[in-house]
């Protein structure tokens, strides 16, 4: 069964800096990762899609990459702003499966 | 953009009623998805549809059941809504059509807060 474990639960960094968001699974044959963002009381918002036969994606300055070999991706956030905090869940789906397991998430806070 | 809608943003039942949520989507997507998502639980699938008539249970089906009589509709079925059933609805859709690097990028509604008393 597929577990996937986001750390930290939580994170609170000043304006500006850059910072990673970790999402780790235990089963590396996925068909792709995807990363998203909640705020609160909303629905989840996409913001980066992972196939399996690719190592990372680009959009702004979101950069999210994939190891498969390790069971690792990495999100990263480029000087961060206030309007980036929400939590971020990353979601995998196994090639055999046509369902995705989620992480619990990565609550972050950028104070101005 | 794709755009998924559900068709109540707070719902509030009462025990042993019969609760439909309902949720539309306008890309022609193959694939629609229901979860619920609870604090310190996650998010998790209660029933997902490959196609129109067609459904396969999640995680945790018991107590709910579902319909997919078109393409764009999906909808979510409480019998008989018991308390432990209040939570935050998730819906969701993707395809396996279109540009490889988008195939099977899930999109997701607002959500529904139901509570059930």
């Known amino acids: 069964k597929q577990e996937v474990t986001q750390i930290p639960a939580a994170l609170s960094v000043p304006e500006g800096e850059n910072l990673v968001l970790n999402c780790s699974f235990t089963?590396?044959?996925?068909?792709?990762l995807q990363w998203f963002r909640q705020d609160p009381g909303k629905g989840l918002t996409s913001l980066l899609l992972?196939?399996?036969?690719?190592r990372e994606q680009t959009s702004g300055r979101l950069n999210a990459s994939l190891d498969k070999s390790s069971g690792r991706s990495t999100l990263y956030i480029a000087a961060s702003q206030p309007g980036d905090s929400a939590t971020y869940l990353c979601?995998?789906?196994?090639?055999?499966?046509?369902?995705?397991?989620f992480g619990d998430g990565t609550t972050l806070t950028v104070k101005p | 953009d794709v755009k998924v809608t559900q068709s109540s943003r707070y719902l509030v039942k009462r025990t042993g009623e019969k609760v439909f949520l309902e949720c539309v989507q306008d890309?022609?997507?193959?694939?629609m998805f229901w979860y619920r998502q609870d604090p310190g639980l996650g998010l998790r699938l209660i029933y997902f549809?490959?196609?129109?008539?067609?459904?396969e249970k999640g995680d945790i089906p018991e107590g709910y059941s579902v319909s997919r009589e078109k393409k764009e509709r999906f909808s979510l079925i409480l019998e008989s809504a018991s308390t432990n059933q209040t939570s935050m609805y998730l819906c969701?859709?993707?395809?396996?059509?279109?540009?490889?690097?988008?195939?099977?990028?899930?999109?997701f509604g607002p959500g529904t807060r139901l509570t059930v008393l």
């Open positions: 969701a859709s993707s395809s396996h059509r279109g540009p490889r690097s988008s195939y099977n990028e899930q999109f």
């Open positions: 089963d590396s044959a996925i068909y792709n």
């Open positions: 992972i196939q399996s036969s690719q």
């Open positions: 979601a995998v789906r196994l090639v055999s499966a046509g369902k995705s397991t």
């Open positions: 890309m022609d997507h193959e694939n």
């Open positions: 549809s490959y196609d129109v008539k067609m459904k």
